[in-house]
């Protein structure tokens, strides 16, 4: 006869399928997700002890209805083999399926599959179990069909489980799995038949239904209370009894970065370090939205988004303070519920550290005026936005008589007090120093068509006595401008006959305002002749070096030697360096003469009795003309000095023209051996990028910032996060310009390397080895 079943009965059966399924996947899960390998055979033995249990009271189920119209009993031993065929093929699965997140579609179905099996398998096994008068008959075609329907669907519920969202896939994977079920017991139903046999006689001992349903229970509630204290004995106690929980705990208070775990974006834990940057106790934090403490304008969609790269974002502390953090996230599965988990790195420091790093390659620190790189940029964006530009060359007059009378702190408090005052003469122009006590102002629009009321005005404000260091120092100043579009179309141009204008008003008796005209061009003239002469210095042996000692902070010992070149024309005398070197390299004579101040550097360090360093400056220009490096290399071999004891001083202008051949040029410099030192930091550009990009051996912070320590709070911090950049970057730093043994210990202090000027010793045309100053520890005590 056909078995008979209770379609209501029938359609319960997935109830305990869908309850198992979700127990076993979540155990599973947790297994897949596990390191170490005690804690995998753990989760995956917890898995298949309870799916195990969860299929065996199927079973109990379908055969209770399966075999009650007969009276049938049921045989304990083919239950436990049942149960035990299901426990293996589960863990078998659990096996195979790894971290979904990891998966390959080919594991998650085969695992699948299995989990199908370990169904199908045990249900058919337990068909053996049924005691009664007469026999069990399967029809083999719908065995197999419900057989492939089991396997299906669980094969089909990982599937979906490995490509859906995690907020859909396991509900829909529950369900597809819960429909295979179903589809499994109605087609075994009407594949097995029961057959009444007479030689057959009915069992006289065996469980019945009510008996068999009943000890599955039973082995159920067992299953669950084993999972439980599995489940929490592993989340709290590791290897030798210590807590887990409080080991995790202290690991994750001693990490620096701030660690917050969100379920639904809504506080569960954090450590010390996220509590810190919030400025609350854990305890108050726990439960809050972690939108609370986003300043962002849409903080759950930021939160929600994949933050696997690191994302800049403002917290907000209970304070009112914003700390900038770098935050990543990372999506985690603790007992079947999803968590995120938030890794905040504090960054404030390190961007207020980079705003005063920009901030100094775009100011003066003496002054707190826009510097030459801001000038250079201000005027081109003037220029390029078209109509009338003013442009004004203003220089102080007597400052090198204050400086040679009054000191150059004095000198320092002239040229602030010539700032404020441009700056209050001209309040609708941008103004700039250059360097030195020359200042450049743009003026646009009504300012360019009123140049000269401006100029004059500028003039005037300059002329008024100041008190400085207790006198009263009369200084002045002269200015010259030029006005675009009509006395130059370009900024080279418009900044040359700016220039002859100022010449013609200090050559009128300074304390003047002139504007460019036609014939101040004599200026002009009088660089070109410049130039000629310099084309023929060499050949008159006109031009011989001068060094500048160089020795460690610390000990005072003479570490090297920076060649200066010097120039006596034999009718102008001797002739500045900021003079002529500016006007070689307008017309490129200087590569010739740099080639000459290398070549005359390494023959006199090949001789010097100890082998130390010397460092020659390059000019942007020799990059540009031949080819540099193979210059080098020639001089080395010429005069047998060892590469490892040259150093090549650049600036910055090195890098501006093309950043790809330059670089190529540092690199090869660098397998040459020769050292590579980025000389005047921080009075130019000085981005940040030029640090990561090139490979400089040594950063060397201009005399300007130095000479401000004793009255320039700025200066200080400036020298201080230089010094802080080139520790972090493993860059040696040479301070340029230390007149001071105050400024030796501030530098001593802050682990600066070398330093260099009149403390150590001045331009010399010999060389001296010995140590100009005391002790080293008279100067640290």
Same mark, same amino acid.
């Given at each position: 006869?056909?078995?008979?079943?209770?379609?209501?009965?029938?359609?319960?059966?997935?109830?305990?399928?869908?309850?198992?399924?979700?127990?076993?996947?979540?155990?599973? %899960?947790?297994?897949?997700?596990?390191?170490?390998?005690?804690?995998?055979?753990?989760?995956?033995?917890?898995?298949?002890?309870? +799916?195990?249990?969860?299929?065996?009271?199927?079973?109990? =189920?379908?055969?209770?209805?399966?075999?009650?119209?007969?009276?049938?009993?049921?045989?304990?031993?083919?239950?436990?083999?049942?149960?035990?065929?299901?426990?293996? =093929?589960?863990?078998?699965?659990?096996?195979?399926?790894?971290?979904?997140?990891?998966?390959?579609? *080919?594991?998650?179905?085969?695992? +699948?599959?299995?989990?199908?099996?370990?169904?199908?398998?045990?249900?058919?096994? @337990?068909?053996?179990?049924?005691?009664?008068?007469?026999?069990?008959?399967?029809?083999?075609?719908?065995?197999?069909?419900?057989?492939?329907?089991?396997?299906?669907?669980?094969?089909?519920?990982?599937?979906?489980?490995?490509?859906?969202?995690?907020?859909?896939?396991?509900?829909?994977?529950?369900?597809?799995?819960?429909? /295979? /079920?179903?589809?499994?017991?109605? =087609?075994?139903?009407?594949?097995?038949?029961?057959?009444?046999?007479?030689? &057959?006689?009915? !069992?006289?001992?065996?469980?019945?239904?009510?008996?068999?349903?009943?000890?599955?229970?039973?082995?159920?509630?067992?299953?669950?209370?084993?999972?439980?204290?599995?489940?929490?004995?592993?989340?709290?106690?590791?290897?030798?009894?210590?807590?887990?929980?409080?080991?995790? $705990?202290?690991?994750?208070?001693?990490?620096?970065?701030?660690?917050?775990?969100?379920?639904?974006?809504?506080?569960?834990?954090?450590?010390?370090? @996220?509590?810190?940057?919030?400025?609350?106790?854990?305890?108050? &934090?726990?439960?809050?939205?972690?939108?609370?403490?986003?300043?962002?304008?849409?903080?759950?969609?930021?939160?929600?988004?994949? =933050?696997?790269?690191?994302?800049?974002?403002?917290?907000?502390?209970?304070?009112?303070?914003?700390?900038?953090?770098?935050?990543?996230?990372?999506?985690?599965?603790?007992?079947?519920?999803?968590?995120?988990?938030?890794?905040?790195?504090?960054?404030? $420091?390190?961007? #207020?550290?980079?705003?005063?790093?920009?901030?100094?390659?775009?100011?003066? !620190?003496?002054?707190?005026?826009?510097? #030459?790189?801001?000038?250079?940029?201000?005027?081109?964006?003037?220029?390029?936005?078209?109509? $009338?530009?003013?442009?004004?060359?203003?220089?102080?007059?007597?400052?090198?008589?204050?400086?040679?009378?009054?000191?150059?702190?004095?000198?320092?408090?002239?040229? %602030?007090?010539?700032?404020?005052?441009?700056?209050?003469?001209? !309040?609708?122009?941008?103004?700039?120093?250059?360097?030195?006590?020359?200042?450049?102002?743009?003026?646009? +629009?009504?300012?360019?068509?009123?140049?000269?009321?401006?100029?004059?005005?500028?003039?005037?404000?300059?002329?008024?006595?100041?008190?400085?260091?207790?006198?009263?120092?009369?200084?002045?100043?002269?200015?010259?401008?030029?006005?675009?579009?009509?006395?130059?179309?370009?900024?080279?141009?418009?900044?040359?006959?700016?220039?002859?204008?100022?010449?013609?008003?200090?050559?009128?008796?300074?304390?003047?305002?002139?504007?460019?005209?036609?014939?101040?061009?004599?200026?002009?003239?009088?660089?070109?002749?410049?130039?000629?002469?310099?084309?023929?210095?060499?050949?008159?042996?006109?031009?011989?070096?001068?060094?500048?000692?160089?020795?460690?902070?610390?000990?005072?010992?003479?570490?090297?030697?920076?060649?200066?070149?010097?120039?006596?024309?034999?009718?102008?005398?001797?002739?500045?360096?900021?003079?002529?070197?500016?006007?070689?390299?307008?017309?490129?004579?200087?590569?010739? &003469?740099?080639?000459?101040?290398?070549?005359?550097?390494?023959?006199?360090?090949?001789?010097?009795?100890?082998?130390?360093?010397?460092?020659?400056?390059?000019? !942007?220009?020799?990059?540009?003309?031949?080819? &540099?490096?193979?210059?080098?290399?020639?001089?080395?071999?010429?005069?047998?000095?060892?590469?490892? %004891?040259?150093?090549?001083?650049?600036?910055?202008?090195?890098?501006?023209?093309?950043?790809?051949?330059?670089?190529?040029?540092?690199?090869?410099?660098?397998?040459? +051996?020769?050292?590579?030192?980025?000389?005047?930091?921080?009075?130019?550009?000085?981005?940040?990028?030029?640090?990561?990009?090139?490979?400089?051996?040594?950063?060397?912070?201009?005399?300007?910032?130095?000479?401000?320590?004793?009255?320039?709070?700025?200066?200080?911090?400036?020298?201080?996060?230089?010094?802080?950049?080139?520790?972090?970057?493993?860059?040696?730093?040479?301070?340029? /310009?230390?007149?001071?043994?105050?400024?030796?210990? *501030?530098?001593?202090?802050?682990?600066?390397?070398?330093?260099?000027?009149?403390?150590?010793?001045?331009?010399?045309?010999?060389?001296?080895?010995?140590?100009?100053?005391?002790?080293?520890?008279?100067?640290?005590?």
């Amino acid at each position: 006869m056909a078995a008979s079943f209770d379609l209501g009965l029938l359609a319960a059966l997935g109830v305990p399928s869908l309850i198992g399924a979700f127990f076993w996947a979540g155990f599973a %899960r947790a297994g897949a997700q596990a390191e170490r390998l005690p804690t995998r055979a753990l989760w995956i033995g917890l898995a298949s002890f309870v +799916g195990a249990a969860f299929i065996t009271l199927v079973d109990a =189920l379908f055969l209770r209805a399966l075999g009650a119209p007969v009276a049938a009993l049921y045989d304990l031993r083919v239950m436990a083999l049942a149960f035990l065929a299901a426990v293996a =093929l589960l863990a078998v699965s659990s096996a195979i399926v790894p971290d979904r997140r990891k998966a390959d579609l *080919f594991s998650m179905v085969l695992g +699948g599959v299995v989990v199908g099996f370990a169904f199908a398998a045990s249900h058919y096994v @337990a068909l053996f179990a049924m005691r009664w008068g007469g026999r069990v008959v399967i029809d083999d075609a719908l065995l197999i069909a419900a057989i492939s329907a089991v396997a299906a669907g669980a094969g089909l519920a990982f599937a979906i489980v490995r490509y859906r969202a995690r907020s859909k896939a396991l509900p829909i994977g529950l369900g597809v799995f819960t429909l /295979g /079920g179903v589809a499994f017991h109605l =087609l075994l139903v009407n594949a097995v038949s029961l057959s009444r046999d007479p030689r &057959i006689q009915p !069992p006289l001992d065996g469980l019945s239904g009510d008996e068999l349903l009943l000890l599955a229970l039973g082995l159920l509630a067992i299953s669950l209370i084993f999972a439980l204290v599995g489940v929490l004995a592993e989340a709290r106690y590791g290897a030798g009894g210590v807590s887990r929980q409080a080991r995790l $705990e202290t690991f994750a208070d001693l990490s620096a970065e701030g660690i917050v775990i969100c379920e639904d974006l809504r506080i569960v834990d954090v450590n010390v370090a @996220a509590a810190r940057m919030i400025g609350l106790d854990p305890s108050t &934090i726990r439960g809050r939205a972690f939108r609370d403490f986003v300043d962002a304008p849409n903080p759950d969609r930021l939160l929600s988004a994949s =933050l696997a790269k690191p994302q800049e974002i403002a917290i907000r502390s209970m304070g009112g303070t914003l700390s900038t953090v770098e935050v990543s996230s990372r999506d985690l599965m603790v007992f079947a519920r999803p968590r995120r988990v938030f890794n905040l790195r504090d960054v404030s $420091e390190q961007k #207020r550290t980079e705003s005063r790093i920009r901030h100094l390659a775009y100011h003066d !620190p003496l002054t707190g005026l826009a510097n #030459r790189a801001a000038f250079n940029e201000a005027l081109a964006n003037a220029l390029r936005r078209g109509g $009338e530009v003013a442009l004004f060359c203003v220089d102080l007059d007597k400052f090198k008589e204050i400086n040679d009378v009054f000191g150059h702190s004095a000198g320092d408090e002239v040229l %602030r007090i010539a700032a404020q005052r441009i700056t209050a003469a001209a !309040p609708g122009v941008m103004v700039f120093r250059l360097g030195g006590d020359e200042f450049v102002a743009i003026g646009t +629009g009504p300012d360019a068509g009123d140049a000269d009321k401006l100029a004059r005005r500028i003039v005037e404000r300059l002329n008024t006595d100041a008190m400085v260091a207790g006198k009263l120092v009369s200084c002045g100043g002269s200015v010259g401008y030029a006005i675009f579009p009509h006395h130059g179309a370009t900024t080279d141009a418009l900044f040359a006959n700016a220039d002859a204008a100022l010449y013609r008003a200090k050559a009128d008796g300074r304390g003047l305002a002139r504007g460019f005209e036609p014939g101040m061009d004599l200026a002009l003239r009088e660089r070109w002749a410049m130039q000629q002469d310099l084309a023929t210095a060499i050949s008159r042996n006109e031009m011989f070096l001068h060094w500048m000692p160089q020795a460690n902070t610390e000990t005072g010992e003479i570490v090297g030697f920076e060649a200066l070149l010097r120039w006596k024309h034999p009718e102008r005398g001797v002739v500045s360096p900021a003079q002529f070197i500016p006007a070689a390299e307008q017309n490129a004579s200087i590569v010739p &003469i740099g080639e000459w101040v290398l070549r005359a550097a390494c023959r006199e360090a090949a001789r010097w009795p100890k082998a130390c360093k010397v460092a020659v400056n390059l000019s !942007p220009v020799q990059f540009q003309h031949g080819d &540099i490096v193979a210059l080098v290399h020639e001089i080395l071999l010429e005069t047998g000095l060892s590469p490892s %004891r040259l150093e090549v001083e650049i600036t910055e202008g090195v890098l501006l023209d093309d950043h790809a051949a330059a670089l190529n040029t540092l690199r090869r410099f660098k397998a040459l +051996g020769v050292q590579i030192a980025l000389d005047d930091f921080g009075t130019g550009y000085s981005s940040l990028s030029y640090l990561q990009s090139f490979p400089f051996d040594r950063l060397k912070i201009d005399a300007s910032f130095i000479k401000a320590l004793a009255t320039s709070p700025q200066a200080q911090a400036i020298v201080r996060s230089v010094l802080a950049l080139g520790e972090s970057l493993s860059l040696p730093i040479t301070a340029e /310009g230390v007149e001071t043994q105050e400024q030796r210990a *501030f530098l001593a202090e802050l682990r600066c390397e070398e330093i260099q000027g009149y403390l150590v010793g001045r331009p010399s045309p010999l060389v001296s080895f010995q140590s100009p100053f005391e002790k080293p520890q008279r100067l640290l005590a």
